[in-house]
């Protein structure tokens, strides 16, 4: 490991403990996982199904997404990006108001 990926970790870290909203940090932890998930699977020299990988409450997380789909409970990509602007606009500004 070099500085720079030291430095970046170290920027990262704070950065989380500056984060107070459970949802952001939850968030932060499925992406995360995935990310350690994907390394693990791609360095296995089994032929594993990814679900294997998976822990149990990842497994409930995807049947339960498999059924919202299932229902139709579904958005548009174009729905999904104009709540993504809000929802960062919106914690953004509770930033601004944190640090004043």
């Given at each position: 490991m070099n500085?720079?990926?030291?430095?970046i970790k170290q920027q990262l870290h704070q950065m989380i403990d500056a984060i107070d909203d459970v949802q952001v940090l939850n968030a932060l932890r499925e992406e995360a996982a995935t990310y350690i998930l994907q390394q693990d699977v791609a360095e296995a020299d089994d032929d594993k199904d990814p679900v294997d990988y998976l822990t149990?409450?990842?497994?409930?997380?995807?049947e339960e997404?498999?059924?919202?789909?299932?229902r139709g409970e579904v958005i548009t990509h174009e729905e999904f990006l104009t709540n993504m602007n809000t929802w960062l606009t919106e914690l953004r500004t509770q930033?601004?108001?944190?640090?004043?």
């Open positions: 500085a720079s990926n030291d430095t149990p409450e990842q497994l409930v997380d995807l997404s498999i059924a919202e789909v299932e930033n601004d108001l944190k640090t004043r």
